[in-house]
């Protein structure tokens, strides 16, 4: 009998040593301890309705979104901008790939033994160039205006020597725009000069939409805007004027537009007729006759126009269903054109200059490249973000790269051709859905071959990204 015990407690004995665990191995009792630890904490951040801050270690009730304004207040819009802000910072301190030497000879290499051709190579190049973007502006520019302090960027346009910029920027003080054009020109080193002090032209009207456009020959630019009434009862007018170093030519033609809200413009490049997207359609009218026509068979709102390059006589507009439908401006009558089907409202229209391919966007973040003789969709952007903003989508002077910013503020440039995304660029301030960046990308800035740099306008500032 004692040996049998004796036995029994040697054996549990033995048991005990062989379920201890080792000194350099984690049991496995600790193992299912600090995984039940952490599945409750993750139990307790998730609680429903509430939000906890990591950083004062409490717990908030999540209100609802119509208290978002209030800056204090905890709100599921709140947390998103938290959130996304959070994101753009990290994105923004990350550093960017630098242009190697090794790369540049490769292709070189390539170019002389016959394996790419001199336009692959510059397209290669310039890809090479737009991925190695710093995500830091080189060049901080403060805008200023004598109708007082600007606010935000609305539109940037570029002329054809691209030697001139036109902005328009909504004013902090009341609800009319600023309209202003300077000279862009390079010093001695090289550095890009913008002079907000000495604008060529300084406009203060109450603009909802603006075009800008060069005629073909050595004609001035001409501008076409058009203003909001200050009171309800009040119509809707079209302005053009022709514009020189000088400041405008003369006095400005004004075009009664009626009592409907005006989402876009568009002038011709012989300046013979211009359309504005309105209410249930478009209107298009004669420069010299001041002859009106409404055009849109769809009876939808006319978001997006953009007329033909080599012939100018025809219209492409998109509207609020999603359809982009061609009209010929010789034709006064309605007619049944052929249709290309976007998902959301068309917010941008770009044709290239042969007119052949057309580049449009959608609030939903959709980018297409059309073919315009087969009518299909040949390549697709992806990246973009939106949800309900009319964010323009661009082309460049080389019609090479396609660039847009989106409605996180991320500006994002593609290839033309291939669709293949080359970089994404974060805002360098916060921006929301009132504040989307305005972006310019040029290869030839200052009317200087190799000068690229991308400029990118947010509150009463301009940044210039070197390329």
């Known amino acids: 009998m004692e040996e049998s015990k004796t036995r029994k407690r040697k054996n549990r004995g033995r048991c005990k040593r062989d379920h201890r665990p080792s000194r350099g191995e984690p049991s496995q009792a600790a193992d299912h301890n600090e995984h039940e630890e952490q599945r409750a904490a993750r139990t307790e951040l998730e609680i429903p309705g509430f939000y906890y801050d990591p950083e004062k270690k409490k717990y908030f009730k999540i209100q609802p979104n119509q208290f978002s304004s209030l800056g204090h207040t905890i709100t599921k819009q709140n947390i998103r901008k938290k959130s996304q802000e959070t994101t753009r910072i990290q994105k923004l301190n990350k550093q960017a790939d630098k242009v190697h030497s090794h790369h540049l000879l490769e292709l070189v290499f390539k170019q002389a033994m016959g394996g790419i051709s001199n336009l692959q190579f510059q397209r290669y190049f310039i890809h090479k160039r737009i991925s190695c973007i710093n995500n830091y502006p080189s060049k901080t520019v403060n805008a200023t205006s004598n109708y007082g302090a600007l606010e935000h960027p609305k539109e940037i346009g570029l002329n054809t020597n691209h030697d001139k910029l036109i902005f328009m920027w909504s004013l902090t003080s009341s609800l009319a725009k600023c309209i202003n054009l300077v000279d862009v020109d390079l010093d001695s080193t090289g550095d890009i000069v913008i002079d907000f002090d000495k604008p060529c032209l300084n406009l203060c009207v109450c603009a909802s939409s603006m075009f800008w456009t060069e005629k073909k020959n050595s004609l001035p630019p001409h501008l076409l805007y058009t203003t909001e009434p200050y009171f309800g009862n009040e119509n809707c007018t079209a302005h053009i004027c022709q514009v020189s170093n000088q400041g405008i030519c003369g006095t400005p033609s004004s075009y009664s537009l009626g009592q409907q809200y005006v989402w876009c413009c568009a002038l011709d490049s012989d300046y013979r007729s211009f359309c504005i997207g309105c209410q249930k359609g478009a209107l298009l009218i004669e420069v010299e006759t001041r002859r009106l026509w409404e055009i849109g068979p769809y009876k939808s709102n006319v978001s997006s126009t953009v007329f033909t390059h080599k012939n100018p006589s025809i219209l492409y507009c998109g509207n609020t269903k999603g359809l982009i439908f061609s009209h010929d401006t ?53 990246g973009m973000k939106n949800e309900s903003t009319r964010i323009p989508l661009h082309l460049d002077d080389e019609e090479k790269v396609v660039y847009g910013c989106d409605l996180e503020g991320y500006t994002r440039l593609w290839c033309k ?51």
């Open 330 to 382: 010789r034709s006064h009558a309605n007619q049944t054109p052929s249709q290309l089907k976007m998902k959301g409202i068309v917010t941008s229209l770009q044709l290239t200059r042969n007119d052949t391919h057309l580049v449009a966007s959608d609030t939903l973040g959709n980018a297409y490249l059309w073919d315009l003789r087969m009518k299909k969709m040949i390549v697709e952007y992806k």
């Open 417 to 467: 051709t291939s669709g293949r995304l080359l970089r994404t660029i974060p805002s360098p301030v916060p921006c929301s859905s009132t504040s989307v960046p305005a972006v310019v990308y040029c290869e030839n800035l200052g009317n200087r071959p190799g000068n690229s740099a991308l400029l990118l306008g947010a509150g009463d500032k301009l940044y210039v990204y070197k390329v």
